[in-house]
């Protein structure tokens, strides 16, 4: 009995251990945790595309950014290329000195940055400005015709009723001075407007509102000289187109008397007590 209860012990004793060996063969068989590190593992990178060298004696020019182009100084006022003011610079669009490029300036000279702007100053090899080319050659002399034996009776044309007739012809020819100052063409004098002319200064005389009565006639611009003093009508004009020419490029009166819009033009005129004078003067396309 002692040795059945020996024998049984034993067994139980070497199940224990079979139990306990098999366990820790499996705890063995199970591998390690790998670390984790922060961060991932690199991708493998795709070669860039291969590009052929270039022949021998290849070149490539550089490529470069187009400069913006230069800011006008604001210049001297000027009549025309003679004036002393205009040593460098050429009188365009009544002034002179400024330029955004080397064709604004005169002969041997060039176009210089400066804080102000571009400005023409000595130096350079700047051509001269085109010529208008040869003048045309002179036409023959008409073939005479039959003299008649006796001349026409001389008929004097008959005497205006039109206080102000010398006065609308003036006054087109006194703008057309101040636009060819800037090189822009002559307007025609419209003739068949002046009596409507002559109504609206009356009606803004009337109204003592200057432009009150603007485009009544049909006119597309306007300036006006409201009852202005003068010793004569001749005197008004003078005084008033060239302060309308003197605000320059942006004043109101000025772009009107210069701008290429217009083709026309017609002056109306209406007298008041003491020499003074209401005047409009209509731009027409």
Known sequence: MAFVGLTQRCLVIAAFGAIALSSCKRHDETPPPQPQYGYPYP??????????PPPPGYYTPATYPTPPPMAPAFGFFCQSDFDLQCAYGRCIGGRCGGCSDVG??????????TPVGG???PGGNNPPAPSPGPAPAPLPPPTPGP???????????????????????SCVDRINQYRARVRMGP???????????DEESRLDSSSNRAHGSFGKCGERAQNACPNY?????????????????????GGGHYDNMTSAK??????????????????????FK
């Open 43 to 52: 991708q493998q990178q795709q070669p860039a595309p291969y590009s052929p």
């Open 229 to 249: 003093p003068g010793a004569s009508v001749e005197d008004v004009l003078t005084k008033c187109l060239q302060q309308m020419f003197d605000e320059g490029p």
């Open 119 to 121: 400005t023409c100053w």
């Open 262 to 283: 217009y083709s026309r033009a017609s002056c109306g005129f209406q007298a008041m007590p003491g020499g003074r004078i209401w005047t409009v003067q209509n731009f």
């Open 147 to 169: 003299t008649p034996t006796q001349p026409p009776p001389f008929t004097p044309p008959p005497a205006s009723s039109d206080p102000f007739a010398a006065a609308r012809q």
């Open 104 to 113: 604004q300036c005169k002969r041997n000279t060039t176009c210089t940055a």
């Open 187 to 197: 307007l025609a004098r419209d003739a068949s407007t002046e009596a409507c002319d």
